[in-house]
Every structure is written in structure tokens, then in C-alpha cells.
């Protein structure tokens, strides 16, 4: 099994929609959760931090639930620059405390 | 502010050859770490350094090595090409006083083994 699975897309969706993206991790002792997202052939670029309390940042919300493993992503009232790859993230464990585990990401397009 | 600066941006290497990439940290960071991004893939972590050392290594062979200098800056060196190891390469640098919420990511080394 894959320490980050996700949904594995992709999504078409015109302009305006409501969109959620699903990730699941395998090791219940991660401590830290993000979302990533990457432009084509560009970096990936931190989109938010994800907290147990949940968090939103405009148009974006993401939820982390620590009994079922699970992050998810909503990006409400998506534009056109929405369009790309996003990249769910998660630091395993203290013994491995300094690096980041990436899903394979979900591509989003957002159609006119 | 400079961000993270790798190069080459791209590079085109045959098979069993060796390929050296290069990373300049954001100022004021001092930690660097090395991805690869195999098409349609999320980055997997290769190694990170720290004070010149290598302080943590993800699961790739010992023909991934790396250096990391006095000024912070880093190279990743690959030997005996294969053309498995055709991806982007990304270095991300970070501060070891905030971890992953300053980490930054450079554009990447796009290389091609023929």
C-alpha cells in the first residue's frame, strides 16, 4: 500500500463548480499535513497547512481526520487559474521527521 | 530575494553516464533536500543536507550521492545513468528553525537519459 494514496483523477469541471479532493495516509503517527499544488512543469508550491480543527483560506478548505487517516481538499467557486495538479503531502513519524511524502496527485482542469 | 536556483534547467545524458545538479538555497535557509518526479508521480525524497552532512536519505542506491558546501549551496551527483532516471529533479530548501512551513522549492532539473 502507498503511504499517500489519492483520488487519482482526473477532473474536468467548468467554472464556478464545487470541487473536493480525497487523500488517505497509511502510518496513523504522521504529524504534519499539507496540500501542495504544481503547475505544469513548474514546482510544486505549498497551497495550505492542514489541521485536525480544519482550516480555509478564501476559497480553499481543507479537513484532516486523525481517526480515518483521511485529508481532504474543497475548492469552492473554482476559477480557470485553478487548473492543475494537486499534490496531497504528509511528514511520517519522528524517524523520519525531515522529509515530506507526496501522493501522485490529482489533476483538476477547470473549463470555461 | 532570490528563491531556490537550480541548474541546469535541463540536461539530455546517455545511459551509464554520470550527472551532476546543482542547488542554491533561498537566503537565510540553511537545510536543503533533493526530490525526484518521475512523470505523473508526486516527488519522492532522495536525501536532505544539513551543516554539510547528509542528516537523512529516502530509498534510492548509492549511485544517488550528494554534497552540501560552507555557503549552503548543494549538488546531487548520479552515477551510471539509467533511463529509469529520466525525471525533475527539485531541491527545496528549508531553515532548520522552521522546518517544512518555510520549505521552498527550486524549478528543477529536468533531465533526460537516452
Known amino acids: 500500500r502507498k503511504e499517500v494514496e489519492q483520488d487519482p483523477g482526473p477532473f474536468n469541471v467548468p467554472e464556478g463548480a464545487t470541487v473536493a479532493f480525497n487523500c488517505t495516509y497509511s502510518?496513523?503517527?504522521?504529524?504534519?499535513f499539507f496540500w501542495y499544488r504544481q503547475d505544469c512543469r513548474k514546482e510544486p508550491k505549498l497551497l495550505m497547512s492542514v489541521y485536525s480543527s480544519g482550516n480555509e483560506d478564501g476559497r480553499f478548505t481543507a479537513q484532516l481526520n486523525r481517526a480515518s487517516q483521511y485529508i481532504s481538499l474543497l475548492i469552492r467557486d473554482s476559477k480557470l487559474s485553478d487548473s492543475a495538479t494537486y499534490l496531497c503531502?504528509?511528514?511520517?513519524?519522528?524517524?523520519?521527521?525531515?522529509?515530506?511524502?507526496f501522493g501522485s496527485g490529482t489533476q483538476l482542469t477547470v473549463l470555461p | 530575494d532570490a528563491g531556490v536556483t537550480q541548474s541546469p534547467t535541463h540536461l539530455i545524458k546517455t545511459r551509464g553516464q554520470q550527472v551532476t545538479l546543482r542547488c542554491s538555497p533561498k537566503?537565510?535557509?540553511?537545510?536543503v533536500s533533493w526530490y525526484q518526479q518521475a512523470l505523473g508521480q508526486g516527488p519522492q525524497f532522495i536525501f536532505q543536507?544539513?551543516?554539510?552532512?547528509?542528516?537523512q536519505r529516502g530509498n534510492f542506491p548509492d549511485r544517488f550521492s550528494g554534497h552540501q558546501f560552507p555557503n549552503y549551496s548543494s549538488e546531487l551527483n548520479v552515477n551510471a545513468l539509467l533511463l529509469g532516471d529520466s525525471a525533475l529533479y527539485l531541491c527545496a530548501s528549508s531553515s532548520s528553525g522552521t522546518g517544512f512551513y518555510g520549505y521552498t522549492f527550486g524549478s528543477g532539473t529536468r533531465l533526460t537519459v537516452v
Open positions: 503531502v504528509v511528514n511520517p513519524p519522528s524517524g523520519s521527521a525531515r522529509q515530506l511524502t
Open positions: 543536507y544539513y551543516e554539510e552532512e547528509e542528516r
Open positions: 537566503s537565510g535557509h540553511d537545510t
Open positions: 502510518n496513523s503517527a504522521s504529524q504534519s
